[in-house]
């Protein structure tokens, strides 16, 4: 790999050229925003804020709120991205503003946000995602060839699930550009069938179906623990809308397209979610929403007819782009903490030929292939996703102290402060929700999974006990 591979922090000027190339235009980082944000929630899983508002009408309020809600943070997050001109999102805004703060604790924060992305939050999204791209690949050829033994499917499944993380790690070791053109496509057919599900609604309305939704704020429950995981659960499916910035340094034109991507994208999201849930509950009952374990996958049985080939293969055109897109923004993350010794150097190369961070698109494809052979890694995800925003609570914290430490730096695009105070307490919230409404020992073993975080970070970080590997 010595041969192959140079550490990313050479210098252009020495005329190596090994640096992250921009090769996304506009259009990719919208494609990619769009990638991580559509996933498999909005077509199997999306009745959880329904069951919790309890009508019609507050959940179609939750989805438009929780929108609105994210294109507020992304918005927060289009200004950091221009101030801190470096892939790594959160990661790269913590160094940058508590870093010089104090010695030992500045660094904390940013070692703790790549800790949790890089070890165990990411990775374990990618292996369930892939799993899930598997369970919806797979299934049609069981049922074709009368194939019903539930290990034989499950070890099936299994292989093509680490195959396809194979084939997603090697898109991601190639080339940013073979990336962008495959996530553009991905993308292009997610956003199709999500238009597929809300044509069939305004289809079924014009038939004149309108019972379900003539109901409207019926049965709402203004209980404020169900208000509460409403939102939660609605902002949770929103989730991946700060996507574009753990890639800044290869946007083109970061100090527009940033901006634009998201004022783009993040409001086209809204659109199809608001309008796909509706045309669910057009033709769905409450009930039957909340028990179908895959809720387009049933609405397509009753409405497409021959057409409803079109979920199952939405579903894994979603699936797949969203792990690929997760993959390459959190190798973005590990090549940062790379260069700022927060990670093993080796993170931090750049191939020569390829200039793409190879080593750390391989580890992160290693991490995700063992939680992919564990099996069973939904709590995982689910006690470290109230830490999520944590730390996006903790970046406005961050933009409100570089307004102060870097108040003369250009800044193509400022937000409102309110916006960022706003995004404060809604992260406080949302932090706290899980914890009192359901005060399981898992979110103990979260918060031991941040001490063991900060142990590693005081042995081998800043008492720089490390071997030389790191």
Wanted: hydrophobic share 50%.
């Amino acid at each position: 790999m010595s041969i192959d591979v140079m550490t990313a922090s050479v210098n252009a000027d020495a005329n190596s050229g090994v640096l992250l190339k921009r090769e996304l235009g506009l259009f990719s980082a919208i494609n990619m925003i769009l990638g991580v944000m559509i996933g498999s929630g909005i077509f199997v899983s999306s009745a959880s804020a329904l069951e919790h508002s309890g009508s019609v009408g507050m959940c179609i309020i939750v989805w438009t709120v929780c929108g609105i809600i994210s294109l507020l943070g992304a918005l927060a997050f289009a200004e950091l991205g221009t101030v801190v001109p470096r892939s790594g999102a959160e990661y790269a805004y913590f160094m940058d503003s508590f870093g010089p703060l104090h010695p030992f604790w500045g660094k904390l924060p940013a070692f703790l946000c790549s800790w949790m992305y890089v070890i165990a939050l990411r990775p374990a999204e990618v292996a369930v995602i892939i799993l899930t791209f598997a369970e919806y690949t797979c299934q049609p050829f069981f049922d074709l060839i009368g194939l019903h033994e539930v290990d034989t499917q499950e070890t099936i499944k299994k292989l093509f699930a680490l195959v396809a993380l194979g084939v997603i790690t090697y898109i991601n070791v190639m080339s940013v550009k073979l990336y962008v053109q495959i996530q553009n496509i991905f993308s292009s057919f997610k956003v199709v069938a999500c238009l597929v599900v809300i044509a069939g609604g305004i289809y079924e309305l014009c038939k004149g179906n309108v019972q379900n939704l003539s109901k409207g704020f019926e049965g709402t429950s203004f209980a404020a623990k169900d208000i509460a995981l409403a939102f939660y659960s609605g902002l949770w499916a929103y989730d991946g809308w700060n996507s574009v910035t753990t890639v800044t340094e290869e946007i083109k034109s970061p100090e527009k397209n940033i901006l634009r991507s998201i004022a783009i994208s993040v409001p086209v999201v809204t659109l199809l979610y608001v309008f796909m849930n509706i045309s669910y509950m057009t033709v769905l009952t409450i009930p039957e929403m909340v028990s179908a374990p895959a809720v387009a996958v049933l609405f397509g049985e009753k409405v497409l007819g021959p057409l409803q080939f079109l979920i199952p293969l939405g579903v894994a055109l979603a699936t797949f782009g969203c792990a690929l897109s997760i993959q390459f923004s959190v190798t973005r993350i590990c090549f940062v903490a790379g260069q700022d010794g927060h990670m093993v150097e080796c993170l931090s190369y750049i191939h020569y030929k390829r200039l793409t961070p190879v080593a750390a698109v391989v580890m992160q494809g290693l991490i995700s292939y063992v939680y992919i052979i564990m099996g069973n890694i939904i709590q995982l995800i689910e006690f470290a996703s109230f830490l999520v925003w944590i730390g996006y609570g903790t970046a406005m914290v961050s933009l409100l102290i570089l307004r102060k430490t870097m108040k003369n730096i250009d800044r193509p695009y400022r937000v409102p402060t309110w916006i960022a105070v706003f995004i404060i307490f809604v992260a406080i919230f949302l932090a706290t929700v899980p914890i009192i409404t359901d005060p399981t020992p898992k979110y103990l073993f979260a918060i031991g999974f941040m001490v063991l975080g900060t142990l590693v970070y005081y042995w081998f970080i800043y008492k720089n006990n490390r071997p030389k590997i790191m």
